[in-house]
């Protein structure tokens, strides 16, 4: 069984990786803590997360420029659809890797921020 401190670590971490995710509100609610801890409890890696993350906010940021604005994500569970995909098909590390380099033109602190802080 986990630690209570490496849950409350992995929770905290997902919130920081939503929280600094360009579009979206950066404030968090007790639905998005429960969300981490559930998250964790289903064994999700963080490192899939982080990926889902990354996917939705490329999804987001890349969309036609004819499109109409989007508003901002209000919580962790917009996220949530694109964490499930992922662990049913984990993506190939070469496409992540792309979509990485296609963020950091436009987001890199985004981009750094994570590099540095996940092991």
């Known amino acids: 069984m986990p630690s209570p401190t490496s849950r409350r670590l992995y929770v905290q971490q997902v919130l920081d990786l939503y929280r600094l995710a360009p579009g979206t509100s950066g404030q ?16 999700i890696p963080l490192e899939t997360v982080h990926a889902a993350i990354i996917l939705a906010v490329a999804r987001r940021t890349f969309r036609s420029a004819c499109a109409p604005p989007l508003e901002p994500i209000a919580t962790l569970h917009y996220f949530r659809p694109v964490i ?36």
């Open 28 to 43: 968090l609610r007790r639905s998005d803590r429960q969300l981490a801890g559930t998250l964790h409890d289903r064994g």
């Open 84 to 119: 499930d995909e992922l662990v049913a098909v984990p993506p190939e590390p070469d496409y992540l890797r792309y979509i990485r380099y296609k963020l950091a033109t436009v987001a890199p602190d985004f981009i750094a921020a994570r590099d540095h802080q996940l092991p």
